[in-house]
């Protein structure tokens, strides 16, 4: 039986393994709380739950979690497997045929016991940070947006940023190809507004199933993934299916023809993104359990692109390369190469077989830009052992190839206004034909309790 359903077994179980930090020191939420979340991730890759937080002299006591996916063993744990089997994981829950639809009950949820609507909303009320520096203000990063589908009445959970524009108004990010926007063009043609809510403090795997393109309900992803329906219930004011155990529900609508300017905002890409002429988004509804905690994302960081690069298209990638070949053992999308770069790991049988293999993953996904074939005796999760690699096993010379005028991703810094751009591939295989080295050194991990004490 699954030990995870929600938030607050998800970090009970964090708790239990030891990987989550907690921080009882007071932190501002301009800038401090981001800065310590990205820190930890780039030391250890640690989730971290805030208890008292503020802003602009504003003290808020509802703690904050963030870091929640944002590296292998964090995944492994919301998933529930190992960290080597969480692209298969990932594979099977995407397959359309073993998705689980969402339960509807007639319970009475945990976020419906505090409800605030009408005057009395003042979206200043909740702990909303600012994480970087140059962000144009407070923005709901972690929030997963609900919408439903105007003509076939299927569900859609996707991330959107929102920006406070307002008491009852934020900014409402969304690109042209979301299936949101198809929602939204739609009520557009009729005048209409389309209703939405955004839940805030959920169970991971909806976090994860929310970054994914899928053609069905996403939260049947989470019902793959956990093995049983996710049990849902419609809102105060809007009709959609939110899930049962949120800690948080914010109910709204887009009005059909509403824009206004909203950013920047930290991006996948490294990059603060540009000021939008976004559509806005109006709140009728505050909702949230007793004692609630709030879950945010840190832009531009590895959380953000560990969910929306790396977990939804490790399993597509690593198809494709094990229909070239068989011998593929492994493959990771690193958070530090942005979703532009795909480590490949490969037992190979052929001296021709990694750049076969490196022009398989070019094509899986229009986002993979480089792509660095490595043996089994190199940890694909570990950045310093494949720089290890690139370094040992690489004459840059012979053991590099590039695709020039290739698709890629707009937001790339290396492809041009449309993505083109040049693709390189490296294999950074050992080659023993050229000269024979035999093992690595290697020195197993040990306990070091007994050695050390603190």
Not at 83 to 111: C, F, H, T
Not at 252 to 268: I, K, N, T
Not at 277 to 296: L, M
């Amino acid at each position: 039986m699954n030990r995870i359903h929600n938030l607050r077994s998800h970090l009970s179980v964090l708790r239990e393994t030891g990987q989550l930090k907690e921080v009882s020191r007071e932190v501002s939420l301009k800038h401090e709380l981001a800065n310590v979340a990205a820190t930890l991730a780039r030391q250890g890759g640690n989730p971290v739950l805030f208890q008292k937080h503020t802003l602009d002299k504003k003290t808020y006591n509802w703690p904050i979690f963030t870091n929640a996916v944002v590296g292998p063993a964090s995944a492994a744990t919301a998933l529930e497997c190992e960290p080597e089997g969480v692209p298969e994981r990932m594979g099977y829950a995407l397959a359309l045929e073993n998705g689980i639809s969402p339960q509807k009950v007639d319970d009475e949820p945990p976020w419906r016991q505090n409800v605030i609507s009408g005057d009395e909303i003042d979206i200043d009320q909740l702990p909303i940070p600012i994480h970087a520096e140059n962000d144009g203000g407070p923005f709901i990063t972690g929030g997963v947006a609900i919408a439903k589908d105007p003509v076939s009445g299927r569900g859609n959970l996707s991330y959107n940023r929102m920006q406070i524009l307002g008491p009852r108004t934020f900014g409402f990010n969304v690109n042209e190809w979301r299936h949101v926007m198809q929602f939204y063009k739609h009520q557009q043609a009729k005048d209409e507004p389309l209703p939405m809510a955004i839940a805030i403090g959920l169970d991971p795997a909806i976090m994860i199933a929310a970054a994914a393109r899928y053609d069905d309900d996403e939260l049947a992803i989470v019902g793959a993934l956990r093995g049983q329906p996710v049990k849902v219930c419609p809102g105060v004011v809007a009709d959609v299916n939110i899930p049962y155990d949120a800690e948080i529900v914010i109910e709204g609508y887009l009005p059909p023809h509403q824009r206004q300017p909203e950013g920047p905002l930290a991006e996948f890409h490294g990059y603060y993104g540009e000021l939008w002429d976004s559509p806005v988004f109006e709140v009728t509804a505050i909702c949230y359990r007793n004692d609630p905690i709030y879950q945010t994302i840190i832009p531009g960081w590895d959380e953000h692109i560990y969910l929306g690069n790396v977990l939804p298209r490790e399993p597509l990638l690593l198809r494709f390369v094990r229909h070239v070949s068989k011998n593929v053992t492994g493959l990771h999308i690193p958070p530090c190469g942005n979703g532009f770069l795909a480590v490949v790991q490969l037992d190979k049988s052929n001296p021709g077989e990694p750049k076969n293999v490196a022009m398989a993953a070019f094509t899986a996904h229009v986002n993979i830009a480089k792509v660095i074939v490595v043996d089994p005796d190199v940890n694909i999760y570990d950045t310093a052992d494949v720089l290890w690699a690139l370094t040992n096993r690489v004459d840059w010379e012979l053991d590099t190839f590039t695709v020039g005028g290739a698709q890629g991703h707009e937001m790339d810094p290396t492809a041009d206004s449309r993505g083109v751009q040049t693709k390189m591939g490296i294999d950074a295989t050992y080659k023993p034909e050229r000269r024979p080295y035999g093992k690595r050194v290697t020195y197993p991990s040990v306990n070091l309790q007994p050695y050390i004490k603190e």
